[in-house]
Nanobody, 116 residues
Framework: QVQLVESGGGLVQPGGSLRLSCVASRSILSVDSMGWYRQRPGKERELLASKPTYGIASYADSVKGRFTISRDNAKNTVYLQMNNLKPEDTAVYYC??????????WGQGTQVTVSS
């Protein structure tokens, strides 16, 4: 089992930045990949970024160049730095932990609202 707790969401103006954090209840070195998803109103949950424990990060085209995923394995934490935010980035953002052969664990989500 892995419990995930996200934080860092909030209200930001277009063009602004936010950094989301996700703290795991156990070492993320035992997790194959950490990721960030979002779910916009009326839309399906979409993968934004993922960072394997042993591998390079990958991004959805919609956020490439604006969002950066990073991991601090010593703190069991994964981050999502979001720059140049747009109104269409408004969503609930979820952290995920993939454990091969077991499944995907989810955080409770954090709301990000981009509005002037």
């Amino acid at each position: 089992q892995v419990q995930l707790v996200e934080s860092g969401g909030g209200l930001v103006q277009p063009g602004g930045s936010l950094r989301l954090s996700c703290v795991a209840s156990r070492s993320i070195l035992s997790v194959d990949s950490m990721g960030w998803y979002r779910q916009r109103p009326g839309k399906e949950r979409e993968l934004l970024a993922s960072k394997p424990t042993y591998g390079i990060a990958s991004y959805a085209d919609s956020v490439k160049g604006r969002f950066t995923i990073s991991r601090d394995n010593a703190k069991n934490t994964v981050y999502l730095q979001m720059n140049n935010l747009k109104p269409e980035d408004t969503a609930v953002y979820y952290c995920s932990a993939l454990v091969t052969g077991v499944g995907v664990y989810w955080g409770q989500g954090t709301q990000v609202t981009v509005s002037s």
